[in-house]
């Protein structure tokens, strides 16, 4: 009796180890992105770049403009950029797919360099990063977005 209470009592321990740990390893802005922002420029659907020659920046706006949800694989990609002057002056990620920790690591290396390829091409065709390609492939999508709305 005293050993079947003692493998319960150790089962139980392990199980509350198990279930209380974190997977998370840090919280950065990505996982704390606001998740029910409304977005102001429509939906693009995921997987579609937009046509050469299609995109450009804004001429002559200014203002912060939010892409539209982009439905990826693994969740939803939204961006929001800021324009000065009809130039993408600064970029950021308002949602991207944090369902668990890989899709945190992906994001937390990929998006950085998103949004320099932003500022750098001032349009939404941008080199895709490496091991993040559906929320590369979001991302270019909400940003045409964002780059629609901005242009009225």
């Given at each position: 009796?005293?050993?079947?209470?003692?493998?319960?009592?150790?089962?139980?321990?392990?199980?509350?180890?198990?279930?209380?740990?974190?997977?998370?390893?840090?919280?950065?802005?990505?996982?704390?992105a606001p998740q029910?922002?409304?977005?102001?420029?429509?939906?693009?659907?995921?997987?579609t770049n937009p046509?050469?020659?299609?995109?450009?920046?804004?001429?002559?706006?200014?203002?912060?403009?939010?892409?539209?949800?982009?439905?990826?694989?693994?969740?939803?990609?939204?961006?929001?950029?800021?324009?000065?002057?009809?130039?993408?002056t600064a970029a950021?990620?308002?949602?991207?797919?944090?369902?668990?920790?890989?899709?945190?690591?992906?994001?937390?290396?990929?998006?950085?360099?998103?949004?320099?390829?932003?500022?750098?091409?001032?349009?939404?065709?941008?080199?895709?990063?490496?091991?993040?390609?559906?929320?590369?492939?979001?991302?270019?999508?909400?940003?045409?977005?964002?780059?629609?709305?901005?242009?009225?």
């Open positions: 009796m005293r050993k079947i209470a003692l493998v319960f009592a150790a089962t139980v321990s392990v199980l509350v180890l198990l279930f209380s740990y974190r997977t998370r390893t840090h919280s950065g802005a990505l996982a704390t029910n922002r409304s977005p102001a420029g429509s939906a693009v659907p995921s997987g046509p050469s020659g299609t995109s450009s920046t804004p001429t002559g706006t200014s203002g912060t403009y939010d892409g539209g949800g982009a439905d990826t694989r693994y969740g939803p990609v939204q961006v929001e950029i800021t324009s000065t002057a009809g130039r993408i950021r990620t308002l949602q991207t797919p944090s369902e668990n920790g890989r899709d945190i690591e992906f994001n937390d290396a990929a998006v950085p360099t998103l949004i320099q390829e932003t500022l750098q091409a001032q349009s939404a065709p941008i080199d895709t990063a490496s091991g993040a390609t559906y929320t590369a492939e979001g991302y270019a999508a909400s940003l045409q977005s964002a780059i629609d709305a901005a242009h009225g």
